[in-house]
């Protein structure tokens, strides 16, 4: 059975951090693309971050460069996203997802699977 299960969400104040992790079984996890997305209140949803597990490129929004962080380890099925400097603007539910053929990273209909999601919030 596939599984894509995000956490480490939570309440943080502006300027703070997270790391969101996310833990994928169930298929070759070194054949996949996991990426990083996020669904405001009232916006679309939007790519965040992503990361080749093949070859380890990744990507980043113009929204979180120098801020967010992707990273993975593959021992532990793992893909984790470190954010820092949070801002109000980042508040969103952020979900996980994993795709075996992505050429556009932040186009969601690349992905096969994804998780349920976890909430960021940042505010004062």
């Known amino acids: 059975e596939v599984q894509v299960v995000e956490s480490g969400g939570g309440f943080v104040q502006p300027g703070g951090s997270l790391r969101l992790s996310c833990a994928a079984s169930?298929?070759?996890?070194?054949?996949?693309?996991i990426g990083w997305f996020r669904q405001a209140p009232g916006k679309e949803r939007e790519g965040v971050s992503c990361i080749s597990n093949s070859d380890g490129s990744t990507y980043y929004a113009d929204s979180v460069k120098g801020r967010f962080t992707i990273s993975t380890d593959n021992a532990k099925n793992t893909v984790y996203l470190q954010m820092n400097s949070l801002k109000p603007e980042d508040t969103a539910v952020y979900y996980c997802a994993a795709g075996v053929s992505v050429v556009v990273p932040y186009y969601e209909y690349e992905y096969d699977y994804w998780g349920q999601g976890t909430q960021v919030t940042v505010s004062s």
């Open positions: 169930g298929f070759t996890f070194d054949d996949y693309a």
